[in-house]
């Protein structure tokens, strides 16, 4: 247990000296100046021994039934180690001898109990009970079918979920303590022997070798830190999921999971762009079901992409445009030009959107809604906006929540301008080119993919794994694609 909360620092090895070790333990803890750092002397047969720990981290029942049984110890043994054997009536506690991973220990919610023969040992036990809630489904990733428990912002409770499901010996969690200041715990989970050994020894390396203050911002700030940035590639480069099941099925596959404590949310490793456009739901409905919604999320999401820069080219090009699709063309192009509306309406639709998330949920839907038609009916009436126009945005607003990654939508929303202002300015030439750019930022996009491309499995190809990403195949029939 030492291991998993051990962090380096400028204090060594305790001292021989018991005063010296309870002055030093004060000192570093600022003990009297916290009011919920707790130090409690207690006296236990011919000795003492001082109890170092967190009030509100501590479990209420352990520490009473700890402390009843060193009542009836009728000697304090000479270490700590012999003490934690004779003593101790707790699965969990060790003796240790390193004064900075005792600090670190009674600061991440552990109990520090040194005493008067121990010497240069002390006894760590965890007794934690960190505050969480229940493991409810996540608000975001709903399913119609399946299960209702998510990922919470305590660490061992997300282990524990994937463990429920993946009752294998080979499933491995491996422990990380990141931060100078906020000794974040963060644990690597993969199958040993199904993961890429390579791929996990490059993560291994690159966690141990982050030095940072602080994980302010739970998985961000760690995604952050292992990323280089691409500030002008808009495409994720992480994949994250609150939902157990979608997990465990992906460490079975072969990907890596990242925890980070203090976090709802896990990072799903190696990352495609496809791994977005596939849903849980996909796989609680029978498989023809799950292929139709499949393929109407690629139809529908692609088309937020081009229907407003292909539109706007019709128009700029009203000569080309065959007469059984002349009504796509407006009557009246409005008061501003049909290039700023769209754009104007791409932010209206942010505006009303960081609205809705501001709001109390009691009135957030009403007010979106209503807001929503009354600023489109106005604008209509005065002639800022055209009918088409708010048609085709109020279709892209929409199709967005298609597929659930954030990240995705705001990377094919900051495409679509720049398509359509290449478009506008280009014409026809800068319609392709903004396709051809997109193509280059995706095959360009670097994360944490080790020798997986971005687009796998279209780089390198991969027909069965391809087929699989829109074919819903029933469980019998799966194969490994990879």
Known sequence: ??????????????????????????????????????????????????????????????????LLSFLSVKSLEDSAEAFCRKAVPHVEAEAVSDFSSMVTAVLSGAVIMLGSSFGASALMIDARSYPARQTEEPEGDRVMRGSRDGFVETLIFNTALVRRRVRHPSLTMRHYSIGKESATDVVMCFMSDRADGDYVKSLDQRLRSIKVGALTMGQQSLRECLIRSQWYNPFPKVRITERPDVAAAQVLEGSVLIMVDNTPEVMVLPTSVFDFMQETNDFYFPPLTGTYVRVVRYAVFLTTLLITPLWYLLLRHQDMVPAWLAFVLPEQTGKIPILVQLLLVEFIIDALRLASANTPDMLSNSLSVVGGLILGDFAVDIGWLIP???????????????????????????????????????????????CILILILLASNRGLNGKRHYLYPLIPFRPRALASLLVRLPKSREKKSN
């Open 1 to 66: 247990m030492a291991q998993k909360i051990r962090e380096s620092g400028e204090m060594g090895a305790m001292s021989a000296v018991y005063a010296q070790n309870v002055h030093a333990m004060d000192t570093a803890l600022h003990v009297g100046q916290s009011f919920d750092i707790i130090r409690k002397v207690m006296a236990v047969a011919d000795g003492e021994v001082t109890l170092y720990y967190i009030d509100g981290f501590v479990k209420d029942a352990v520490m009473q039934k700890l």
């Open 388 to 434: 088409e126009v708010i048609l085709y945005m109020a279709f892209v607003a929409i199709a967005n929540f298609t597929q659930r990654s954030y990240e995705l939508g705001y990377a094919f929303k900051f495409l679509r301008m720049m398509l359509l202002l290449l478009t506008a300015g280009l014409g026809i030439w800068g319609f392709v080119g903004g």
